[in-house]
């Protein structure tokens, strides 16, 4: 059973930077993706950003793209989310997801059968 546990979340004023954290148990799949997902209320889960699969390639959500950073330490069973230049509309329960064999890793969060508990960011205006 894949374990994954979020930290970091908070309060943040608009403009500043917030580092989310994601441990997880060890990943035993021959190609893993890592992803980061949000979700406000009344609104789907939104994807932010992914890592991982057969190129190990990061890849972004439009919307945060150029202010979000994922990255991942696999010696520590952790991943990251470096959140700068943060907005308003950025508030949301974020989640870790874990996609174990995942050639590329996918933006719909119907291919990830693993999740951690969420953790809230909200930024004020």
């Known amino acids: 059973q894949m374990h994954l546990a979020e930290s970091g979340g908070g309060s943040v004023q608009a403009g500043g930077s917030r580092r989310l954290s994601c441990e997880h148990s060890?990943?035993?799949?021959?190609?893993?993706?890592m992803a980061w997902f949000r979700q406000s209320p009344g609104k789907g889960r939104e994807f932010v950003a992914s890592?991982?699969?057969?190129?190990?390639?990061?890849y972004y959500g439009d919307r945060v793209k150029g202010r979000f950073i994922i990255s991942q330490d696999s010696a520590e069973n952790s991943l990251y989310l470096q959140m700068d230049r943060l907005k308003a509309d950025d508030t949301a329960m974020y989640y870790c997801?874990?996609?174990?064999?995942?050639?590329?890793?996918?933006?719909?969060?119907?291919?990830?059968?693993?999740w951690g508990q969420g953790t809230q960011v909200s930024v004020s205006s």
């Open positions: 997801a874990h996609e174990p064999n995942g050639w590329i890793c996918a933006e719909d969060p119907k291919y990830y059968p693993n």
């Open positions: 060890p990943l035993t799949a021959r190609l893993n993706c």
């Open positions: 890592i991982g699969g057969s190129g190990g390639r990061a």
